[in-house]
């Protein structure tokens, strides 16, 4: 009895490892909207020439997260992770200088 039931566990749990391991090949729903919170990265040229804060502002208008990551030459400790919802702000004299997604 010990012995069968030790085989039916063992098939069962082996089964259940190959099904975990299949790659999901399900085409995405037609039905799903477009990410809409990562905004346009073509109109983060936007940001140039603004100030800190009317960029903030237009960030959060688009949805979008930001950070300083460079304030007049002074380069700022940041993540590495990359957020295609995010904007960084590179600062020079008040103004934002550069603008990348990330």
Same mark, same amino acid.
Request: some cysteine.
């Given at each position: 009895?010990? &012995?069968?039931?030790?085989?039916?566990? #063992?098939?069962?749990?082996?089964? &259940?490892?190959?099904?975990?391991?299949? +790659?999901? %090949? %399900?085409?995405?729903?037609? +039905?799903?909207?477009p990410d809409?919170? $990562?905004?346009?990265?073509?109109?983060?040229?936007?940001?140039?020439? &603004?100030?800190? +804060? $009317?960029?903030?502002? #237009?960030?959060?208008?688009?949805?979008? $997260?930001?950070?300083?990551?460079? #304030?007049?030459?002074?380069? !700022?400790?940041?993540?590495?992770?990359?957020?295609?919802? !995010?904007?960084?702000? %590179?600062?020079?004299?008040?103004?934002?200088?550069? $603008? %990348? !997604?990330?």
């Amino acid at each position: 009895m010990k &012995l069968r039931f030790t085989i039916l566990f #063992l098939i069962s749990f082996t089964s &259940l490892s190959f099904n975990s391991c299949k +790659e999901d %090949t %399900t085409p995405p729903s037609p +039905e799903t909207p477009p990410d809409t919170k $990562a905004g346009d990265p073509a109109k983060d040229s936007d940001f140039v020439g &603004l100030t800190a +804060e $009317a960029g903030e502002a #237009l960030a959060k208008e688009r949805g979008l $997260a930001n950070r300083v990551v460079s #304030l007049d030459g002074e380069v !700022r400790p940041v993540t590495m992770d990359y957020r295609e919802d !995010r904007i960084n702000f %590179t600062i020079e004299k008040g103004k934002i200088v550069k $603008a %990348t !997604r990330g």
